[in-house]
Nanobody, 120 residues
């Protein structure tokens, strides 16, 4: 089973930016669609953004549309989440999922998560 590892979280002031990275832990012949989810304390995990295997189509939740950008890296099964104009309500643990670009798909693997904290 291919695992994924996230990185890039941290503490940032409101209005600032962060870039999250997600990479597969081992090489594979398959290029997967991938997505980002987040979970704030006391809340359910929610979909943030997704991208198809070829990077042609991207999907965003309404809460991040226009502020976040998902993209694929040159290495297979690597994705990034560029987060701009961050708000305190973006504070959450961000998870990368392997297997789907949309929230209703099937995810074969999840990362351990990376904490993003936005101070007001």
């Amino acid at each position: 089973q291919v695992r994924v590892v996230e990185s890039g979280g941290g503490l940032v002031q409101a209005g600032g930016s962060l870039r999250l990275s997600c990479a597969a832990s081992e090489r594979t012949s398959t290029t997967y669609p991938m997505g980002w989810f987040r979970q704030a304390p006391g809340k359910e995990r929610e979909f943030v953004a997704g991208i198809t295997w070829n990077g042609i189509s991207t999907y965003y939740s309404d809460s991040v549309k226009g502020r976040f950008t998902i993209s694929r890296g040159n290495a297979k099964n690597t994705v990034y989440l560029q987060m701009n104009s961050l708000k305190p309500e973006d504070t959450a643990v961000y998870y990368c999922g392997l297997g789907s670009a949309t929230p209703d798909g099937s995810f074969a693997s999840w990362g351990q998560g990376t904490q993003v904290t936005v101070s007001s």
